[in-house]
C-alpha cells in the first residue's frame, strides 16, 4: 500500500495578526511545496489526526480518540465550513479494526471539527472534500489526556487497518508545536466558563466573535511581551521533531507534565504528529523530512512542517 505523511502546524491567528511579510511569504511557500506533493501522490484517502478546541468536543463526554464517519466543518477563524467527504463505512470499519486492536476509540456519525482539521485541509489538499477523508479527534486541550504512547499505538493500529486497504494514503497531522495560547480550563474555572467548557456547542455568532478578539488580543500581548504566557520553545521543538524522524518509540518517555512544562499547555497537540507517524511507521520504515521550523509569536506557536515516505518509496 502506498502511504504519505505531512505533518503541519496550524494557527486560528492567520489573517488576524500576521508576522513580518517574509516570515508569512517563508510559511506560505512551505506549505505550498507540501500542496504539490499531495496534488501529485493524489491520494484515494486521507486520514487527518486534528485536535479541537473546545468547538466540536466538550467535557459532557470527552473521549480521548475519536472517529468521525461523518463530519463538518464549523468555519472557525476563517477556516473553511462544511461537510467533509467522509466515507462512513470504511470510518466504521476502521474504528471496529482499532478496537479488535485493543485501542480504545469513540465513533461519531455527527463530527463537528474545527481550524485544527479544517485548515490542514485546505492547505494540503485546497478544499474540505477534494479527497475522502476519515477525520480522528485526539484530545490534546482537555485533561486527562491519553498518553503519547498510546497515541503511537492508536496511529499503529489505523495504519495496519491502512495497509490492508490497498488504497494510495494520505495521513496528516495537524496540530503543535510549543505554544500555549489562551485555552480556558476546567480546573478553576468559573460557573459560566465550566459551562462553556463542558457544554458550550454552537455558540452565537457574538460570542464566537467574542473568544476571537480575546485570541487576538492575546496573540498582541503575546509578541509585545506582555503577557504571562510560557515562551516558545524552539530547542524543545526541534528536539521532538528530530525524535519524529529517527526514534518514533522514544516519545513514549514525554509525560505530560513535562510537555506542558517545556512545550506549554497547547503543545499537547504533537500527539496529532505522533499519531500519523505512528500510523506511517506500521508500513515500515521510513525517511523523514524537517521542512521547515521557525517561532513565530505573532501565531503564539513553534510553527513547523515534515513530510515522510517508506523507505522503499524514497
Known sequence: MPIHLECLSHTPLHGYFDPAPEVLADVERVQAAARERVLA????????FSPDHYNGFFYDVMPPFCIGAAADSIGDYKSLAGPLDVPGALASELAQSVLAADIDVALSWRMQVDHGCAQALEVLTGALDRYPVIPVFINSVAPP???????????????????????????????????EPPVPELAGASTEVAERLIAGRNPSPEARAARQERTVAAARAFTAGTSSMRPLNPEWDLAFLERLAT????????????????????????????????????????RASIDFYRPIPEWIAGFGAMHAVPVAAA
Open 41 to 48: 501522490y493524489d491520494p484515494e484517502l486521507v486520514v487527518v
Open 247 to 286: 526514534e518514533l518509540p522514544a516519545v513514549d518517555g514525554m509525560t505530560d507534565a513535562a510537555i506542558t512544562r517545556d512545550g506549554g499547555k497547547s503543545a499537547h497537540e504533537i500527539r496529532t504528529w505522533v499519531a500519523a507517524f505512528g500510523a506511517l511507521s506500521a508500513c515500515g520504515p521510513y
Open 145 to 179: 489526556m491519553a498518553s503519547l504512547r498510546r497515541a503511537r499505538l492508536l496511529g499503529e493500529a489505523i495504519g495496519r487497518y491502512l495497509a490492508r486497504t490497498g488504497k494510495r494514503v494520505l495521513v496528516i497531522g495537524s496540530g503543535g508545536i510549543s505554544h
